[in-house]
């Protein structure tokens, strides 16, 4: 008890230290973002594959002369293989570190576009998504996990947002990639567009050597020398490197008065007993934690991104454009939009807030959507070309992935990988990573039939009511994180109540103001 009361009592002494000296808001620590670059740069696989395969799969569709329900299968299968990378990237992470896992996920993947390039026909072509998303759940986990742990509290949310960033960005390139090999023959064409994906990996792999392993990962190992030397490079100040140094080894299970550079470490810490006290006997703030980060995975996908992504050819070609170098072009528009909205967001994160961004986002989702749903159904019932309705189908298009990208797209990543203590954090998150391959999967292997059942335009009414759920969701149960670090979120999800989930943004900004002070951590943690 009074070696408990001698760590709180030194630990808040750090604080109040920390809080004085931190006058003003520090700089960007530049080391931490390389880092949260270099990792984030992983995203660019799953990014590439979905914005690619949007524009080849039309290409594909005619040289292996597959049906409807196949482009199906092969357009959204991808999702649900990643679950076998996601779900084992969690326990190789805590085994191998996040480092060499992220360099793991370059391999699988540049193994499996290889397949996809060199595939003779369909079923060869099946294996190379499967090996491609093993590549991708790995990449998918880790890159949040690793950013939120290497990153200091003031610029959290910003590099957390990165790996939404490079998917973007991935996407993109993708969109570029079809069109640019649209006019090879059409056997050709598909194979190129799916092969050239190998090429990033290569350099990913090899950059990701010269990245830090995460300080949180070091501390798990009991290599505190090593943690300390990271966490001096990549906080703001020596005194925040020693808080959180302090603040990982209490959550690991350290005693505060070990400070050898290798210690011991409780059997518990390197993860037995995870899924139990996740799934089987969850303390309730980890309860509630868990349903947050289920909940908005579930709604990031649900609310219809990955239909308007892999498919916005099929929507543009309803909308009215026939063209098949055409509806390239507008995959681009739709590419650039979502890149550009998804780099303003990375700004406002650590300014504005998660909550606020994400029911701003959340509710331009809604009417976008909605929009689309009305232009989609007018054409479909209308014997002539109506401008005013293709203009606002296309118009919702755009402002749909642009409103997804300042909130809904980045701060999914940012929230789930920051929420979860310390010993459920890999396995949390990669738990999250299932849930939102799942849900994407089953909207990308459906789509084109729900599409024939209630119509394009209903499809896209149905994703307004999901969004509109979502809204009221995130509303009432996900509580504001900014200005707390991460060991402090299980005394935020303790005490929360969904009544309180604006009040609790708020006191952390009240406490600010009041104070005075840069926040560093409960009660002094930078926004």
Request: with cysteine; charged share 15%.
């Amino acid at each position: 008890m009074g070696v408990d009361e001698g760590n709180k009592a030194v630990t808040h002494e750090t604080r109040n230290t920390l809080s004085i000296a931190a006058s003003e808001k520090p700089k960007r620590n530049k080391f931490a973002f390389a880092c949260a670059i270099l990792a984030s740069m992983t995203s660019i696989l799953l990014g590439y594959d979905i914005g690619v395969m949007s524009g080849a799969v039309i290409f594909i569709q005619d040289d292996l002369k597959i049906n409807d329900v196949q482009v199906e299968v092969l357009v959204g299968i991808l999702n649900l293989y990643s679950l076998f990378g996601s779900a084992a990237a969690g326990r190789t992470s805590d085994w191998i570190g996040r480092r060499y896992t992220i360099v793991l996920a370059a391999v699988i993947f540049f193994v499996g576009a290889i397949i996809m390039g060199l595939a003779p026909n369909y079923a060869i072509l099946m294996i190379g998504r499967f090996v491609a998303g093993i590549g991708v759940g790995y990449a998918l986990m880790i890159a949040p996990v690793y950013t939120a742990e290497v990153s200091p509290a003031s610029s959290r949310g910003f590099l957390t947002s990165f790996p939404e960033v490079f998917i973007n960005a991935g996407i993109l390139l993708g969109y570029v990639s079809n069109y640019a090999f649209s006019k090879l023959p059409e056997h050709l064409s598909w194979r190129f567009m799916l092969g050239i994906g190998a090429v990033p990996s290569v350099f990913l792999g090899l950059g990701v050597l010269a990245m830090p392993e995460s300080p949180r990962w070091l501390i798990m190992q009991g290599r505190l020398g090593d943690a300390r030397v990271v966490l001096n490079k990549t906080s703001d100040s020596k005194e925040e490197a020693e808080l959180r140094l302090s603040e990982i080894k209490e959550a690991a299970g350290i005693p505060e008065e070990l400070t050898d550079d290798i210690v011991a470490v409780p059997k518990r810490s390197h993860g037995e007993g995870v899924w139990r006290e996740l799934l089987i006997r969850p303390t309730p703030a980890v309860r509630r934690v868990l349903i947050a980060a289920i909940g908005i995975h579930f709604f990031q996908q649900a609310s219809g991104i990955d239909a308007v992504v892999l498919y916005s050819p099929r929507i543009f070609k309803s909308a009215g454009i026939t063209k098949k170098t055409d509806l390239l072009g507008a995959t681009i528009a739709v590419g650039f939009v979502k890149t550009i909205f998804i780099l303003v967001a990375t700004f406002f994160l650590d300014k504005v807030g998660r909550r606020p961004l994400l029911l701003s986002s959340v509710g331009g989702m809604i009417v976008s959507l909605g929009g689309l749903g009305i232009g989609l159904t007018v054409i479909d019932h209308s014997h002539t070309k109506l401008i005013w309705a293709i203009a606002l189908s296309i118009a919702a298009v755009l402002a749909y992935v642009a409103f997804f990208s300042i909130g809904m797209g980045p701060i999914t990543w940012v929230y789930s990988s920051e929420i979860f203590p310390l010993k459920l954090r890999a396995q949390g998150c990669s738990m999250g990573v299932a849930v939102n391959r799942v849900t994407s999967g089953v909207i990308s292997m459906t789509f084109i039939s729900l599409t024939k059942a209630i119509s394009t335009g209903g499809a896209f009414f149905l994703f307004t009511g999901v969004a509109s759920i979502a809204w009221i969701f995130f509303f009432t149960f996900l509580p504001e994180t900014q200005g707390r670090t991460l060991e402090d979120m299980d005394t935020l999800f303790s005490g929360f109540h969904w009544r309180d989930s604006k009040s609790k943004g708020t006191a952390v900004k009240q406490d600010k103001a009041d104070n005075g002070q840069v926040q560093m951590a409960t009660n002094g943690q930078p926004a």
